[in-house]
């Protein structure tokens, strides 16, 4: 049927891409580089339910991207893999495959859980003071894994790979680009659903009047904890994902800097627009990549090559100079966004056809 057009060609679209994948036509950087977008699309519009549409200041979605990293990888590690830490597994690593969506949505569940380190103080606090808050909830939780010796610590935390290469023996098919699209469509479908309904509606109340919003009798806590507590979850949900990709994790993978990331893509796309979060991750996340051969070009030029002489590592320290340019930018001169709070139904009408979400 022609409203569910978009959805079917996104389907057949993640199906060819996979195909791709498994006869190795795309090789495993640029599979990597599209998993990384969708890991940046989740972070995006989850992120955006705070900041875009309930119109919060919140900076520490890295954070809850942490918790759903390390719990999800513990239990996988824990259960299928021999650990000196965790001892035997507990059960066959044939079992992974069926396992793993579970222990992506068990890592979603503690991050939203510890989205209410975020939701209760928001009760009573806005703009600044909420920014503090949530950076400070960043710190507490990086710090705590940090002097944890058992997960590893300050050193970090590996053993997803052995999980991955396990789902492959399986079933031998390109498992993390096959799951990462998987998630990354369900999570924007659930966006989707949510700003639309009820809940979704007090959220936006929320933003344009709070007082309006109870006089109207609109629960705002609820809506408050509600709202943090599933853009956490989904946080979580990319942290999971992100982990297995890399197959190595450490808290300062999920600094400041990384919530910074988050902000950006926000504020690229447009506050209140999921179109929006989709197109801004898409464009960042390349901008990201194409900083990788940029950089060691211009290094070469510049004769600076005895200074950082890996040029990942020089491409991440000049990333930290374009990525606040780009903000400035935007901020001087499209302070909405690439969308503003708008959909792409909005400028394109006819789009509403081919989809249906409800």
């Given at each position: 049927m022609k409203k569910y057009s978009i959805p079917t060609l996104l389907i057949l679209l993640a199906f060819g891409v996979s195909l791709l994948a498994y006869y190795e036509i795309i090789d495993l950087y640029i599979q990597s580089v599209i998993m990384f977008i969708g890991i940046n699309i989740i972070l995006s519009s989850s992120f955006n339910i705070i900041n875009g549409y309930m119109g919060e200041f919140a900076c520490g979605h890295a954070g809850f991207m942490a918790v759903g990293a390390y719990v999800s990888s513990i239990l996988n590690v824990a259960l299928f893999t021999q650990d000196k830490v965790f001892g035997a597994p507990v059960l066959p690593e044939s079992m992974a495959l069926m396992f793993f969506p579970f222990s992506v949505i068990i890592g979603g569940i503690a991050a939203a859980l510890t989205g209410l380190l975020v939701a209760i103080p928001s009760f009573k606090t806005r703009g600044d003071y909420l920014a503090i808050i949530t950076i400070a909830a960043n710190f507490i939780i990086t710090s705590t894994i940090i002097n944890i010796s058992s997960i590893g610590g300050a050193r970090g935390f590996m053993g997803m790979k052995t999980i991955v290469f396990a789902m492959e023996d399986v079933v031998d098919l390109p498992w993390m680009l096959i799951w990462v699209f998987v998630f990354t469509f369900l999570?924007?479908?659930?966006?989707?659903?949510?700003?639309?309904?009820?809940?979704?509606?007090?959220?936006?109340?929320?933003?344009?009047?709070?007082?309006?919003?109870?006089?109207?009798?609109?629960?705002?806590?609820?809506?408050?904890?509600?709202?943090?507590?599933?853009?956490?979850?989904?946080?979580?949900?990319?942290?999971?994902?992100?982990?297995?990709?890399?197959?190595?994790?450490?808290?300062?993978?999920?600094?400041?800097?990384?919530?910074?990331?988050?902000?950006?893509?926000?504020?690229?796309?447009?506050?209140?627009?999921?179109?929006?979060s989709v197109i801004s991750a898409i464009l960042f996340t390349l901008l990201i990549e194409g900083l990788r051969f940029i950089i060691p070009a211009m290094d070469s030029g510049l004769h600076m090559v005895h200074l950082l002489p890996a040029s990942y590592h020089l491409s991440q320290v000049w990333k930290w100079v374009f990525i606040p340019m780009l903000l400035v930018l935007l901020m001087q001169f499209r302070a909405e966004g690439i969308m503003g709070n708008r959909e792409l139904s909005d400028i394109f009408p006819k789009l509403k056809r081919w989809y249906q979400f409800k």
């Open positions: 999570c924007v479908f659930l966006i989707r659903r949510f700003v639309t309904s009820t809940y979704g509606k007090g959220i936006i109340a929320i933003h344009q009047d709070e007082i309006a919003a109870e006089i109207m009798s609109v629960n705002t806590n609820q809506m408050k904890l509600v709202a943090f507590m599933f853009s956490s979850g989904l946080a979580g949900v990319a942290g999971a994902l992100f982990a297995h990709i890399l197959g190595y994790i450490n808290p300062g993978s999920f600094g400041i800097l990384k919530s910074t990331e988050c902000l950006v893509m926000v504020y690229l796309g447009g506050m209140g627009s999921l179109s929006g």
